[in-house]
């Protein structure tokens, strides 16, 4: 299998250097990414979550609410689009065959029904509860209106007997390898995932939106700018699981780091590490750094 990289619409959140850590004052927007990975897999591309879509660049305040339009200001620009991306690379909608989400929050699920013929996986409880519609968060976070693909929504229950690296997991997800597995993660919504997947070196695992920045993962002092940290109990559906989660993933990065990469997908510094180049650049540029091949953009980059 071969794994790029995407970052498919940056957000551009109010409190700048208070959000991202990074931004050089506090009254400019910051810069968040929205990491997607695309795999190549002999049952076609696989894609991990979408980013915003087409329609969400071209017709926002028909999708997405106001609120988040407001606190977030994506950066619209549609080549940073999943789908422009996978065009870039030289391949065509239809062959994204199978789309696997971390959640349904909309800045995690707008290009859905820009992949018409991909099966869409996902937690039954994320499904269920997103559906529900039951709180004025919710119906700001869920978008119905980017769903019309829910007739080829596939879910699975969590609880099995699986097991990887001590957290539960679903295994063979239906039609995809068994190198890609989803690993329940709740906390920031109920039915929140983790998506690991197998590379001929080591593990990875996209853990969405279970934390938000890099130095959270740290193994004895871990923080987080004051503006995440309020955005994550703002946004958090269950306090209890998403703390305890991110100890689990504290300690799983630091027992096992050897054994995998482990990153979230907002936090621009794992973003840029995983991809070698900025986050601003689609992909298809010289020099991204593709996990299984030999191709590394700089001998400085850990190569994987």
């Avoid at 590490?273 to 689609?282: L, Y």
Wanted: hydrophobic residues 35%; charged residues 25%.
């Amino acid at each position: 299998m071969r794994i790029h990289h995407l970052n498919c619409i940056s957000s551009c959140p109010l409190g700048g250097r208070l959000m991202d850590g990074r931004t050089p004052t506090v009254l400019e927007r910051g810069e968040l990414c929205c990491h997607c990975l695309l795999i190549e897999t002999e049952q076609g591309l696989v894609l991990v979550d979408t980013g915003f879509g087409l329609e969400d660049v071209r017709h926002p305040r028909d999708r997405l609410s106001a609120f988040f339009l407001a606190l977030l200001s994506p950066d619209f620009r549609e080549e940073m689009t999943a789908v422009r991306q996978i065009r870039k690379l030289g391949f065509k909608p239809t062959d994204v065959r199978h789309i696997v989400l971390t959640h349904l929050d909309f800045d995690h699920a707008g290009g859905l029904d820009d992949f018409p013929h991909a099966t869409i996986h996902m937690m039954q409880q994320e499904r269920d509860h997103a559906m529900a519609q039951k709180t004025w968060l919710d119906r700001q976070r869920f978008r119905p209106q980017q769903w019309s693909s829910w007739n080829r929504w596939r879910v699975y229950r969590s609880g099995g007997t699986d097991r990887w690296f001590g957290f539960d997991c679903v295994r063979e997800l239906a039609g995809l390898p068994p190198e890609i597995l989803l690993v329940p993660l709740p906390g920031h919504t109920y039915g929140h995932a983790g998506i690991a997947v197998r590379t001929s070196e080591r593990w990875l695992l996209q853990a969405g939106d279970a934390y938000f920045y890099h130095q959270e993962m740290h193994a004895t002092n871990p923080w987080c700018t004051p503006g995440l940290r309020f955005y994550q109990t703002m946004m958090e559906k269950d306090r209890d699981a998403r703390l305890a989660n991110q100890e689990r993933l504290r300690y799983l990065r630091h027992a096992h780091g050897g054994e995998l990469e482990l990153f979230c997908s907002h936090d621009p510094v794992e973003y840029e590490r995983a991809r070698g180049q900025s986050m601003h650049v689609p992909v298809g540029a010289h020099g991204d750094h593709v996990h299984g091949t030999q191709r590394y953009p700089d001998a400085g980059l850990h190569a994987h």
